[in-house]
C-alpha cells in the first residue's frame, strides 16, 4: 500500500512538472507579434535575452535576419516542427509574401526602378515653389523597415539596408514628450499595393505606412 501511495505521489509530481513546463511555453508569443507588426527590429532583438519557447526563437531569428532567404527557412521550420504555434499564421504570411518577391523578382525590381527615374523631375522647379507639391497627392505611401529609440540605432539599420534601397530617418515625439525614430523608405508610391510590391522586392522586413503630404 505504502509503495502504491508512493507511486502514485511521484506521477502526480511529474503531472505538475509537465504542466508547468508547458504553461512557460509561449508566453512571449504576443510581444513577438505586436514588435513584429510595427516592424520595430530593436525590441524584437532585446526578447532574444529572454527564456523562450523553441517556435518562438525561430521565429525572432527569422524577423531580425536580414537575409531574406534565411529568415524564409527559417519560418519553413517552425511551421514544420510547431504546426500548431500561435505564431504559425504570422510565419505562413512572411513565408508567402517571400516567396511571392522571389517568383516576380525580376518583374518587381523593373516596377521599382521606375520611382529612381523619376526623382530628377522635382528639382527642376522654375521659380515656382507650388509646382513639386502638386506632384504628389495628398495621400502618398512609403514602407518602413523599423522603429528605435535613438538616433543611433535607427541609423544603423539604415547602413545595413543601403545595399537595398535608400531609406531615411523620421524624427517623431509624442505627447509625452519621448522621442522614437523610424527608418523609412526615401520615396513614396501613390498606390499602396506598389509600395507592398517593392517592399517584398528587397527580401526585407517592412510594412506599409500612409504619410500625408
Aim: aromatic share 8%; hydrophobic share 40%.
Amino acid at each position: 500500500m505504502v509503495k502504491q501511495l508512493m507511486t502514485l505521489a511521484f506521477m502526480l509530481c511529474l503531472s505538475i512538472t509537465s504542466l508547468q513546463a508547458q504553461s512557460e511555453r509561449g508566453k512571449f508569443t504576443e510581444n513577438i507579434l505586436h514588435f513584429a507588426e510595427a516592424g520595430d527590429i530593436e525590441h524584437l532583438e532585446t526578447l532574444k535575452a529572454l527564456p523562450l519557447a523553441n517556435d518562438e526563437r525561430l521565429a525572432l531569428d527569422a524577423l531580425t535576419t536580414a537575409n531574406g532567404r534565411r529568415a524564409a527557412e527559417l519560418y519553413l521550420k517552425l511551421l514544420t516542427d510547431y504546426p500548431t504555434s500561435a505564431l504559425a499564421p504570422m510565419c505562413r504570411q512572411r513565408l508567402a509574401e517571400y516567396q511571392s518577391a522571389t517568383k516576380n523578382f525580376a518583374h518587381l525590381v523593373l516596377t521599382a526602378s521606375a520611382p529612381e527615374a523619376a526623382k530628377p523631375e522635382p528639382v527642376k522647379t522654375d521659380a515656382k515653389l507650388p509646382a513639386p507639391a502638386a506632384a504628389y497627392p495628398v495621400t502618398r505611401y512609403t514602407l518602413q523597415f523599423g522603429s528605435f529609440s535613438t538616433r543611433a540605432a535607427a541609423e544603423l539599420r539604415m547602413n545595413e539596408l543601403k545595399p537595398k534601397v535608400k531609406t531615411r530617418v523620421l524624427e517623431i515625439e509624442d505627447d509625452s514628450g519621448r522621442k522614437s525614430f523610424k527608418v523609412r523608405w526615401a520615396d513614396y508610391s501613390k498606390n499602396r499595393d506598389e509600395a507592398r510590391a517593392f517592399g517584398q522586392s528587397l527580401g526585407v522586413e517592412f510594412f506599409v505606412v500612409e504619410e500625408s503630404k
